[in-house]
């Protein structure tokens, strides 16, 4: 199983990224995927998860300003970030755990400037 994460950058506080996940080597339907963030010196939390009945679930770190969701054609899962804040600074990665076996992708840089 790989998983590949992609859409970090540098954003204004208030602005919006959407990060995405592509997964490979799994049925994607049958996938559950999940976004966690690693800030600056803090350990690495969970964000949001992408159910395989294609509703979202969130940790109280960003609800109501991320929306995760999936594209089973195209085997990606998006999480869409809205009115960052500096405190969102973090390398995100999406993972996904299979046979209590965690799967790791490599991350990718949100860096909000106020």
């Known amino acids: 199983v790989q998983l590949q994460a992609s859409g970090g950058g540098l954003v204004q506080a208030g602005g919006s990224l959407r990060l995405s996940c592509a997964v490979s080597g799994r049925p994607f339907s049958m996938t559950v995927v999940n976004w966690y963030r690693r800030p600056p010196g803090k350990q690495r939390d969970l964000v949001a998860t992408?159910?395989?009945?294609?509703?979202?679930s969130y940790t109280d770190s960003m609800k109501g300003r991320a929306t995760i969701s999936r594209d089973n054609a195209k085997n990606t899962v998006y999480l869409q970030m809205n009115s960052l804040e500096p405190e969102d600074t973090a390398v995100y990665y999406c993972?996904?755990?299979?046979?209590?076996?965690?799967?790791w992708g490599q991350g990718t840089l949100v860096t909000v400037s106020s």
């Open positions: 992408s159910h395989t009945g294609g509703y979202g």
């Open positions: 993972n996904t755990r299979i046979n209590n076996w965690d799967y």
